[in-house]
């Protein structure tokens, strides 16, 4: 047993993905219900981090019994590959984790009512479902069931216990952050086509072949800055959240990074998950600081 194995089957570093839609979602909601309650937003975001963290090492448990997660591949903490944990404790983690998610989330419940129970049941059905049984990832549904869980799912979630209702402006604002965090899950897949093939694993991307595939990461980073310029010349979100522009050149830089890649050297681009996370996480503390700018104006 080892504690930093446990730590670092989480992949704790992924986490800002549903730290930037849940705080979306919250702002937003605040925006709405004209008040807002900070100890709902940390039970919220405790519960979200739980079932990301869930989804991880339960993806890993089930990756190493497939073959898909060996010693030279990326993309998992390898945890179990380096023998940090064997894989019964790595599945007996998943489940505490999972269970915790259950547990606190009643809370919510309890304050917000049945509709965070079907809001829950999803977001548990397909954490536990990106890895087990006849897994959706393994047939080319990841990029879609990432866009929903980061995006909608976790924005309008956070924005339902904030106002207590569900709102067309906060589904189509949690637009972007799905479209950047499929774009991460796409440049992971462009850098595993090789690796996917050989372990019989379908993606988009090694469906799509390593060229189209590409142009699936170029038009989501794309729509991600489309969405908000349209919805700001729809005046359905203040001017400041033009400055979300400031991170084209991250943008770009990916883009040409992605661009230059080839199935048969991965590790050029082995870091494109951490670069693509880079660019969510800052496009969505400016947009989040948009919201708040909104509001205080």
């Not at 906060?170 to 991460?184: K, Q, T």
């Not at 980073?221 to 979100?237: Q, W």
């Not at 522009?245 to 681009?269: E, G, K, Q, W, Y």
Request: with cysteine.
């Amino acid at each position: 047993m080892s504690l930093k194995g446990y730590f670092q089957a989480v992949r704790a570093f992924s986490f800002t993905a549903t730290m930037v839609s849940i705080v979306l979602g919250a702002a937003l909601g605040a925006r709405e219900a004209g008040g807002f309650s900070w100890a709902l937003l940390a039970v919220t975001a405790i519960c979200a981090l739980l079932l990301h963290a869930g989804t991880n090492v339960l993806s890993d448990y089930f990756d190493f019994k497939k073959g898909v997660d060996t010693d030279y591949s990326f993309g998992s903490s390898k945890v179990i590959s380096e023998k940090l944990l064997t894989p019964k404790e790595v599945l007996i983690e998943a489940i505490v984790i999972f269970s915790a998610a259950v547990l606190l989330s009643l809370i919510l419940i309890a304050y917000r009512g049945w509709p965070i129970v079907a809001l829950g049941v999803i977001g548990l059905l397909a954490g536990v479902f990106y890895g087990w049984g006849p897994s959706y990832k393994y047939i080319a549904l990841g990029d879609l069931a990432v866009f929903v869980m980061f995006g909608p799912l976790m924005v309008l979630g956070s924005f339902y216990v904030q106002a207590q209702h569900f709102s067309v402006t906060a589904f189509i604002l949690s637009l972007p952050a799905g479209f950047l965090v499929a774009a991460i899950l796409v440049g992971n897949n462009i850098r595993d086509i090789k690796h996917d093939s050989e372990a019989r694993v379908k993606t988009v991307a090694n469906l799509l072949g390593p060229d189209k595939a590409k142009w699936e990461y170029y038009l989501l980073v794309a729509a991600a800055y489309c969405c908000v310029a349209a919805l700001t010349l729809a005046r359905m979100v203040p001017f400041w959240s033009l400055i979300v522009l400031v991170t084209l050149p991250i943008a770009f830089s990916n883009i040409r990074l992605i661009s230059h890649s080839s199935t048969d050297n991965p590790a050029a681009i082995a870091d494109v998950d951490v670069r693509t996370a880079k660019l969510h996480l800052i496009f969505g503390i400016l947009l989040i600081v948009s919201v708040l700018i909104g509001m205080a104006i």
